[in-house]
């Protein structure tokens, strides 16, 4: 019998959130079937025809009941995750975030917890390397008044 291998392309956004110089972190839960008790920043998958801005903060709200503003696309990342027999090619776009308040009600169903720290706690052991990047990434970019400068940024509700 041979196997066919199945292969799907996957555009997700994440939610690099900031508020008062500090960072937010969620830890997946433990029923989570990718990267289950990891900690990572509010992410999810853009819906067909969803404006990727428009997608980050419906992901960090339905995760965090947070509502954020996104100022600027930091950055992004590649990389492969498997659902089912499916081989997925993922593409992450990360969105500097700012929220006006930090009282965290997370979705109990994907994250058992939820932390605040400093911008400047790179070496966190909370912070895996791809999550390191992404929060140096944002701390570089409102470190260069980027992101609070913004002309118009997007906020979606």
């Given at each position: 019998?041979?196997?066919?291998?199945?292969?799907?392309?996957t555009i997700l956004?994440?939610?690099?959130?900031?508020?008062?110089?500090?960072?937010?972190?969620?830890?997946?839960?433990?029923?989570?079937?990718?990267?289950?008790?990891?900690?990572?920043?509010?992410?999810?998958?853009?819906?067909?025809?969803?404006?990727?801005?428009?997608?980050?903060?419906?992901?960090?709200?339905?995760?965090?009941?947070?509502?954020?503003?996104?100022?600027?696309?930091?950055?992004?990342?590649?990389?492969?995750?498997?659902?089912?027999?499916?081989?997925l090619s993922n593409?992450?776009?990360?969105?500097?975030?700012?929220?006006?308040?930090?009282?965290?009600?997370?979705?109990?169903?994907?994250?058992?917890?939820?932390?605040?720290?400093?911008?400047?706690?790179?070496?966190?052991?909370?912070?895996?390397?791809?999550?390191?990047?992404?929060?140096?990434?944002?701390r570089d970019h409102?470190?260069?008044?980027?992101?609070?400068?913004?002309?118009?940024?997007?906020?979606?509700?």
């Amino acid at each position: 019998m041979t196997k066919i291998k199945h292969e799907e392309a996957t555009i997700l956004v994440g939610a690099a959130t900031v508020h008062d110089g500090h960072f937010l972190l969620l830890k997946r839960s433990a029923s989570e079937s990718f990267l289950p008790n990891v900690w990572g920043i509010p992410a999810g998958k853009v819906e067909w025809r969803e404006d990727p801005r428009k997608a980050c903060v419906r992901e960090l709200l339905e995760e965090t009941g947070l509502r954020g503003t996104v100022t600027e696309l930091i950055g992004y990342t590649t990389f492969v995750s498997h659902r089912g027999k499916a081989e997925l090619s993922n593409l992450q776009l990360n969105f500097l975030v700012t929220v006006g308040d930090h009282e965290v009600k997370l979705d109990k169903g994907s994250h058992s917890e939820a932390r605040w720290i400093s911008l400047d706690d790179v070496d966190s052991d909370l912070l895996d390397p791809f999550t390191r990047k992404i929060m140096i990434q944002a701390r570089d970019h409102l470190e260069r008044g980027k992101g609070l400068t913004t002309a118009s940024p997007w906020t979606f509700h």
